[in-house]
């Protein structure tokens, strides 16, 4: 009997000592290793999701260094769990944050053998459902989209059995997130939809709500979007979440022309302290209701108001851009415009504004050079056909500039004055105080000349010459309003300029098959069709011509062989074996023979650029330069030589002129010796006069002097 009771207790005592032994290895594990752990995984997961905004984002974040690394200590103490701890009742959840840790660092294969691993060995386990949700959105990393999707599916109908309604609306979320990624809007609509009845979160249903109105904004029903915002509002407790969804409806009532209501709200919400950091946001807002309702003044008001009181903030760039916008498209104010999407190119503003901005930049900073341009060539013909204007204007301008200097002056002296005045009471301060440092003289600088205007040029060129390129000018100006700015009317004016004030050159096809274009965009089929026609008819070899014949499904011109061609395929030959002098022979003689040929001013451009830059001889260069231009003035290559020539004619005018002052220095110099010849005639002259009669004065005296002494 006592056997049995002793038998009985010590089997009592080792059961109790067994059992506290395991105790005590789960109570190590989770002390020493996985509650540290899982501290360090919540640490950088929170971290990690803060990154991630949009919690509907299919892409996760990318996790920064330290992220990296409490991911890794994660790893390693879980590692050490498994190792030394496999015993413990932490193994499964050990080797999901193992699983969940890869994941986040995007190492998607490890992650997936972790999960594979849970699954396997712990079937029963609490994490299964969670396991099989992360092991889905790996598989969706990693473009197994069918695999992840059953997964994720599976993970769904576990939590279920579990009610475990985390994991619940995390899976619907992963679908949603595919499905916006993938899928088209219409189908992720649906799939919200039929989601919303069944996630548990608030905050989950009110994001996912929120981006159901996004949706049916998008393909514009309108009205299911605004109760989707409205819903989303009450939901949530989150101020800035709650802004988002009063801003969206405000949105939909300008967007579907209820533009009190819009203003409405947007007031409402400025009156609300709760959203008094969102006031920039507010305001610019209630411009853009205004530019929507097409109260132009009212907008452009309220958009320098918010780029006045809110400096610095992204709004204000906004506001920038959308004051570039009224100036260039409602006011046509094209400079003040450029200066506005100048000043957001690197602001606090949304990329695609920014690409905007700096296109618009470009075309408008093209805009002002070809402006510039055309000013001074309108000018330049001016002078041309009334040289008494260049004088009236150059005196004008030098009278002005006097004046200014006159003020200048003034204001200068009255500035070294006052410093003088100011250096002098400095000093008798210092005398009074005993202090013997001597002040430092004070230079003052005085902006003098403000305003002087430079005096206008004497145009170097012929009137042909200035024509052309105003026509040049203008056609690329209308081009710019055509092609890349998208005004056709201003388009429509300077093509029309271009017909109606200036001879017919070689920009008169194109300024006419660009006027057909404008007729076409404004659906005038007549007058593009009859302006094609024209071209078709009048310029059947020009490029213009064939592009007509193309629009007007004709026969385009065949055109017949130059007999120049193989002329002037010799004279390049005779180029490249360098014998220049029978070149440049042979290009005259193309010149000479075949006058209409296009082919005409290539060859005299190239005799003159043999001569210039082989031969040296500029007469000759001049002589085909000077041809050329006089013969082909609205030819490709004579815009090319006009700056040569106008400096040949400069150099050969300043060699006239000192040689004609050498003429005038040695005609003087020979004036000048006969003058000093005659001087020196005239002074021996005079001398021998003065001698004789100095001579009669002595003998004079002396015959009295005599007389006395008798």
């Known amino acids: 009997m006592k056997k049995n009771i002793v038998f009985v207790f010590l089997l009592f005592g080792s059961s109790i000592f067994f059992y506290s032994c395991s105790i005590w290895k789960n109570f190590t594990a989770y002390y020493n290793l996985f509650y540290n752990a899982s501290l360090l995984y919540e640490e950088a997961e929170n971290n990690l999701l803060r990154q991630k ?88 990393q990693l473009e197994m989209f069918d695999e992840g999707l059953n997964d994720i599916a599976a993970a769904k109908e576990k939590a ?16 949603i997130s595919y499905s916006l990624k993938f899928n088209s809007q219409e189908e992720s609509l649906k799939l919200i939809q039929n989601s919303l009845d069944s996630v548990y979160d608030k ?56 533009y009190r209501e819009a203003e409405g709200i947007i007031k409402e919400m400025l009156s609300k302290e709760k959203y008094k950091q969102y006031f920039d946001m507010l ?121 200014i200097d006159s003020v200048a002056k003034i204001i200068a002296s009255q500035s070294q004055q006052q410093s003088q005045e100011q250096s002098q009471t400095i000093q008798r301060g210092r005398d009074r105080r005993g202090d013997s440092r001597t002040s430092s003289q004070t230079v003052q600088k005085t902006e003098t000349g403000q305003g002087r205007k430079t005096l206008p040029q004497r145009p170097n060129i012929s009137a042909d010459s200035v024509n052309f390129l105003l026509t040049q000018n203008y056609f690329e100006l209308a081009n710019l309003f055509l092609l890349e700015l998208n005004y056709p009317d201003s388009a429509y004016y300077y093509y029309n300029l271009i017909l109606n004030s200036f001879k017919e050159n070689s920009f008169t096809p194109y300024a006419k098959y660009s006027l057909a274009m404008c007729y076409s965009s404004i659906g005038d089929s007549n007058g593009y069709k009859k302006v094609l026609t024209e071209i078709y008819e009048k310029y059947p070899q020009s ?86 231009n006089r013969v082909y003035p609205s030819s490709e290559y004579s815009r090319e030589i006009m700056i040569k020539i106008g400096n040949y004619r400069k150099a050969e005018l300043e060699q006239k002129n000192k040689q004609d002052t050498i003429k005038t220095v ?28 100095k001579s009669k004065a002595d003998s004079l005296r002396n015959k009295e002097s005599r007389s006395r002494n008798r």
């Open 666 to 693: 040695n005609e003087k110099k020979l004036d000048i010796g006969k003058d000093l010849k005659i001087d020196a005639d005239t002074e021996n002259l005079d001398q021998n006069l003065f001698n004789d009669a």
């Open 160 to 175: 279920k059995l579990w009610r475990d309604y985390k994991t619940i609306d995390a899976a619907f979320v992963a679908l």
């Open 53 to 140: 905004t949009d919690i509907l984002a299919f892409e996760e974040p990318t996790p920064n260094n330290q992220i990296v690394q409490s991911l890794n200590k994660v790893i390693e103490k879980c590692s050490k769990i498994l190792q030394f701890h496999n015993q413990s009742n932490f193994v499964d959840d050990a080797l999901l944050l193992i699983g969940k840790s890869y994941y986040y660092q995007k190492s998607y294969l490890q992650a997936i053998r972790k999960f594979a691993e849970l699954e396997a060995k712990y079937p029963n386990s609490n994490f299964i459902a969670e396991s099989k949700l992360f092991s889905g959105k790996t598989k969706l």
């Open 283 to 403: 305001e610019l807002e209630l411009g853009k209701s205004y530019l929507e309702e097409k109260r132009i003044e009212e907008a452009k008001e309220q958009f320098i108001r918010v780029d006045t009181l809110y400096k610095n903030t992204k709004s204000a760039s906004f506001a920038k851009f959308y004051l570039a916008q009224i100036y260039e498209k409602n006011e046509s104010n094209l400079s003040t415009a450029n200066n506005y999407y100048k000043s957001i190119i690197n602001a606090n503003i949304d990329e695609n504004f920014k690409t905007i901005a700096r296109q618009k930049n470009v075309y408008l900073n093209k805009y002002e050079k070809l402006k510039a341009e055309s000013f001074k060539l309108r000018r330049d013909s001016l002078y041309l056909q009334n040289p008494e204007k260049f004088i009236e204007d150059s005196i004008k301008i030098a009278v002005e500039n006097r004046k």
């Open 203 to 258: 905050t989950t249903l009110a994001v996912l709500l929120f981006k159901k109105g996004s949706i049916e904004i998008k393909i514009q029903n309108f009205e299911k979007a605004r109760e989707s915002f409205s819903r989303a509002e009450k939901l949530s407790k989150d101020i800035n979440f709650q802004f988002q969804c009063e801003l969206q409806l405000a949105k939909i009532n300008y967007m579907t022309n209820n």
């Open 543 to 628: 490029d213009p011509g064939i592009a007509a014949a193309q629009e007007l499904k004709k026969k385009p011109y065949e055109k017949p062989k130059d007999p120049a061609e193989e002329k002037y395929a010799n004279a390049e030959k005779l180029t490249n074996e360098k014998n220049y002098g029978k070149a440049v022979e042979a290009f005259w003689k193309i010149y000479n023979d075949h006058k209409s040929s296009p082919l005409a001013p290539k060859a005299l451009y190239a005799a003159g650029w043999i001569s210039e830059n082989k031969l040296l001889d500029m007469k000759k260069a001049a002589a085909a330069y000077d041809t050329l």
